[in-house]
């Protein structure tokens, strides 16, 4: 089957970018999402991208796509202690059936 | 804002207990899932809903069943608990025209 992969750990300073890596598999996916989970909590959307995009902005985050490598990144600006937690990104397929395919999340580690 | 509740926070039941994990959203989505999350291996789906009285496996539906008796209200059921069915589960929801999934808090499950 279909498989989304991320590693497990980050760790980086405040005030540093950080960069969470994602690939999946599934040459046909048209939408790809980034979740986030705090300790204790349920999953928080953050953004998604559609297969005919690039890059996608929204305030401190970024993300990238690079549908010839099948590779999504991540990127949070400026760093804050708030955002601590475990990312996950999620696959959406080719057609809008809603069912997701996750990878293992990465935990990120904001040091003050 | 879209909310999705789940029942428990969470839930201690002994092996062989029939068990109910209910949802509930406020959204008048339309599709409805659960998932569970296990430390490594990220989220699994295990069913899901597109309507009232629809339902589809997912990934992992072995030693689960559903039932979507309204619209706003998902069930997961354990028939008969079993130690390896301890885990995280997870609820969640959206619109079949928008591409956006909303979750719940979550249901930490313990089976002794």
Not at chain 1, 66 to 85: P, Y
Not at chain 2, 66 to 84: D, M, W, Y
Request: glycine residues 8%; charged residues 25%; hydrophobic residues 30%.
């Amino acid at each position: 089957g279909e498989d989304v992969e991320q590693s497990l750990f980050l760790s980086v300073r405040e005030g540093d970018s950080s960069v969470i890596n994602c690939t999946y598999t599934d040459s046909s996916s048209t939408y790809l999402y980034w979740y986030k989970q705090e300790p204790g909590a349920g999953l928080q959307l953050l953004t998604y991208i559609f297969s005919n995009m690039d890059m996608k902005q929204d305030q401190r985050l970024t993300v990238l796509l690079n549908k010839k490598d099948k590779h999504l990144s991540l990127r949070i600006a400026d760093t804050q202690t708030g955002d601590s937690a475990i990312y996950f990104c999620a696959d959406g397929g080719s057609g809008n059936t809603g069912k997701l395919i996750f990878g293992q999340g990465t935990t990120l580690q904001v040091k003050p | 804002d879209v909310k999705v509740t789940q029942s428990s926070r969470y839930l201690v039941k002994r092996t062989g207990e029939k068990v109910f994990l209910e949802c509930v959203q406020d959204m008048d989505h339309e599709n409805m899932f659960w998932y569970r999350q296990d430390p490594g291996l990220g989220l699994r789906l295990i069913y899901f809903s597109y309507d009232v009285k629809m339902k589809e496996k997912g990934d992992i539906p072995e030693g689960y069943s559903v039932s979507r008796e309204k619209k706003e209200r998902f069930s997961l059921i354990l028939e008969s608990a079993s130690t390896n069915q301890t885990s995280m589960y997870l609820c969640a929801s959206r619109s079949g025209t928008t591409y956006e999934q909303y979750f719940g808090p979550g249901t930490r499950l313990t089976v002794t």
